[in-house]
C-alpha cells in the first residue's frame, strides 16, 4: 500500500489537471529506477493505462500504480508534497529506505 498525503492529493490532482490528466480516471504511476546518489532513485509520472503487472491502489482519492518491481521497495511508502522554502515538490517517507542522500531523491535498502 502507497498512502497520499493530503498536500500530495491537492498537488496531484492540480498538476494532473494542468497536463490533461483526469485526477478520478487517470493514473500516478510511481516506480523505483537504478541511480542517484544512493543507488536508486524514485519516479513519478501521470499514466491513463495500466500494465498486466501492475499493482494498482487508491489512497485519499488519488489512483496509483505500481509496477511489481517497484512496489518491493515502496511498501508503507507515503508520498507528501513539500511547499517550503528549501524548496518545492513531492517526497517519498519511505520505511524501508536505509540511507537516503541530501535531496531526497535517490535511497538505498
Same mark, same amino acid.
Given at each position: 500500500?502507497?498512502?497520499?498525503?493530503?498536500?500530495?492529493?491537492?498537488?496531484?490532482?492540480? #498538476?494532473?489537471?494542468? @497536463?490533461?490528466? &483526469?485526477?478520478? *480516471?487517470?493514473? =500516478?504511476?510511481?516506480?523505483?529506477?537504478?541511480?542517484?546518489? /544512493? $543507488? #536508486?532513485?524514485?519516479?513519478?509520472?501521470? !499514466?491513463?493505462? =495500466?500494465? @498486466? *503487472?501492475?499493482?494498482?491502489? @487508491? !489512497?485519499?482519492?488519488?489512483?496509483?500504480? =505500481? &509496477?511489481?518491481?517497484?512496489?518491493?521497495?515502496?511498501? $508503507? *511508502?507515503?508520498? @507528501?508534497?513539500?511547499?517550503? #522554502?528549501?524548496?518545492?515538490?513531492? =517526497?517519498?517517507?519511505?520505511?524501508?529506505?536505509?540511507?537516503?542522500?541530501?535531496? $531526497?531523491? /535517490?535511497?538505498? #535498502?
Amino acid at each position: 500500500m502507497i498512502k497520499v498525503s493530503e498536500t500530495a492529493k491537492l498537488k496531484v490532482v492540480s #498538476l494532473m489537471a494542468e @497536463e490533461g490528466f &483526469d485526477a478520478t *480516471t487517470d493514473y =500516478v504511476r510511481v516506480g523505483v529506477k537504478s541511480g542517484g546518489c /544512493s $543507488g #536508486l532513485s524514485y519516479e513519478l509520472k501521470f !499514466d491513463k493505462s =495500466v500494465e @498486466e *503487472t501492475d499493482k494498482i491502489f @487508491e !489512497d485519499n482519492a488519488v489512483r496509483i500504480i =505500481v &509496477d511489481k518491481k517497484s512496489f518491493l521497495y515502496l511498501v $508503507g *511508502t507515503t508520498l @507528501e508534497y513539500s511547499g517550503g #522554502l528549501n524548496g518545492k515538490g513531492f =517526497v517519498f517517507n519511505n520505511p524501508n529506505a536505509q540511507r537516503t542522500c541530501g535531496c $531526497g531523491e /535517490s535511497f538505498s #535498502l
